[in-house]
């Protein structure tokens, strides 16, 4: 599965807009784009993913380059409570692995 | 629809000792992985079961194992527990998904943290 780069952490102010990038150059053709994010002490929770359109779903929407070099994750009016670690992860369309590659994510921090 | 569910949430052992961890999927979902998380390694995957089989493995050593049952809940046990097994332990589950289906995304329950003592 390809890598992903993401910076290390951001701020946002509550009800901005929090735009999170994600680099992903070596992307597959046939790999999808998924987004989690952990809030401290819980499991990562799943928020959304695509293949090459532009996603959108009650939390968040995808936006995902034409060469899909790159994305962005976008939480249209960030609250308190969206402060977390937020993972970009690539994986391949149809796979039966649960295996989930992690990287540091994006630490954010939604500031009152 | 209840979440991935996970037993006990706080375990504390001893080194030496042996620990298992329960895992209890979405209701329907066939897979379970599980994966280890620590502030140094931060998310490691372990292993995934599907159908009551091992079908996949991360890089850890053989004293960390599991199962599945044929109601699909896992388990896994962890033997002659070492001080740097101390980690929230996640478990997650999806939907099997075939040649041409779209992915499945994993869904985590909230993970045991063990501490090793």
């Known amino acids: 599965d390809a890598k992903t780069t993401q910076p290390p952490s951001m701020d946002c102010a509550e009800g901005r807009a929090a735009n999170l990038p994600c680099n992903h150059s070596t992307i597959s053709g046939n790999e999808y784009v998924y987004w989690y994010r952990q809030i401290h002490s819980q499991g990562p929770q799943y928020i959304i993913h695509g293949l090459k359109n532009n996603e959108t779903n009650e939390m968040a929407s995808l936006i995902i380059t034409e060469d899909r070099k790159s994305s962005t994750l976008i939480l249209p009016h960030a609250t308190l409570r969206d402060t977390a670690v937020y993972y970009c992860i690539v994986r391949v369309e149809g796979s039966n692995t649960g295996k989930l590659i992690f990287g540091q994510g994006t630490t954010l921090q939604v500031k009152p | 629809k209840a979440g991935v569910t996970q037993t006990p949430r706080y375990l504390i052992k001893t080194r030496g000792q042996q620990v298992t961890l329960s895992c209890s999927p979405i209701?329907?979902?066939?897979?379970v992985s599980w994966y280890q998380q620590t502030p140094g390694q931060g998310l490691q995957f372990l292993f995934e079961?599907?159908?009551?089989?091992?079908?996949n493995k991360g890089n850890f050593p053989g004293r960390f194992s599991g199962r599945q049952f044929s109601n699909s809940r896992s388990e896994m046990n962890v033997s002659t527990l070492e001080l740097g097994d101390s980690a929230l332990y996640l478990c997650a589950s999806s939907l099997e998904s075939r040649a041409g289906w779209r992915s499945s995304p994993l869904h985590f329950g909230n993970g045991t943290r063990l501490t090793v003592t």
């Open positions: 209701s329907g979902h066939r897979s």
């Open positions: 079961y599907f159908s009551e089989t091992q079908r």
